[in-house]
C-alpha cells in the first residue's frame, strides 16, 4: 500500500522504523519527484522610473508640468480690452505649490485700431517678478510656436496669487477690441 504526507507526496518505507545505522526514524524520506518540464520563461522589462512606488499602488512624490489658466479681471468676456478697458489684471490662484515658467498668450483682434500690445508686468503674489519696474512686450514672449521663452517666475504656496498687470501700448477706438488669454505652464509637486 501506497503511503502519503501531507503535503501530498509519496513516503517510501515505514512512517515509523529505523534507519541502516540503528537510529529511531519518525517518519522517511519522500520519494523523489520526476523532474519538472522546463518552462519558458519571458524576460519581464523593469518598471520605468516614473512608475516608482513607495508601496504597492502608492506613487513617490514626483512633479508635473501643468496650466495655470490666469482669468481675466475685466472685460465682457472676461479679458476683453476696450475703449473704455484699456488696462486688465489676469490672475490664477495657486491650489497646490506651484513655479510658473511658460507663458502662453493668445489674442483676437476686432477692428482697424486693435493694434496694440500687450504690455505685462508679472506678480507673485506682492513681489514683482522682473529686473525692472518697465512692462514686457506678453505676447512676444507667451507666442504658442517660440522656443526658449522660460520665464522661471518664484516658487509660490497654496493661496498665492500669480496677476499678470496688463496694459494695452496703442488705445482701441470705437467699438474694436482685443481679447486675450494668459496661460502658465508651471511645476507642480503631485
Not at 30 to 54: C, D, E, F
Not at 91 to 105: I, T
Amino acid at each position: 500500500m501506497r503511503q502519503f504526507d501531507v503535503v501530498g507526496d509519496e513516503i517510501m518505507g515505514e512512517i515509523m522504523g529505523y534507519d541502516e545505522e540503528g537510529n529511531m526514524v519518525v517518519g522517511a524520506a519522500p520519494a523523489p519527484r520526476a523532474a519538472a518540464p522546463a518552462h519558458r520563461v519571458m524576460k519581464i522589462a523593469p518598471k520605468p522610473q516614473w512608475r516608482a512606488q513607495l508601496a504597492p499602488g502608492v506613487i513617490q512624490p514626483d512633479e508635473g508640468m501643468v496650466p495655470l489658466t490666469l482669468l481675466g479681471q475685466a472685460g465682457s468676456p472676461p479679458g476683453t480690452f476696450s475703449a473704455t478697458i484699456p488696462s486688465i489684471t489676469f490672475q490664477g490662484q495657486l491650489q497646490k505649490p506651484y513655479r510658473a515658467e511658460r507663458l502662453l498668450v493668445s489674442t483676437v483682434r476686432t477692428g482697424t485700431s486693435a493694434v496694440g500690445r500687450l504690455i505685462t508686468t508679472p506678480f507673485v503674489g506682492t513681489d514683482l517678478q522682473m529686473a525692472d519696474i518697465n512692462g514686457f512686450d506678453a505676447e512676444l514672449v507667451g507666442q504658442p510656436g517660440s522656443f526658449g521663452t522660460r520665464l522661471t517666475l518664484k516658487a509660490a504656496e497654496p493661496g498665492v496669487l500669480i496677476r499678470l498687470v496688463t496694459n494695452l501700448s496703442v488705445v482701441l477706438a470705437g467699438t474694436d477690441t482685443i481679447q486675450a488669454n494668459f496661460t502658465f505652464l508651471g511645476r507642480i509637486i503631485h
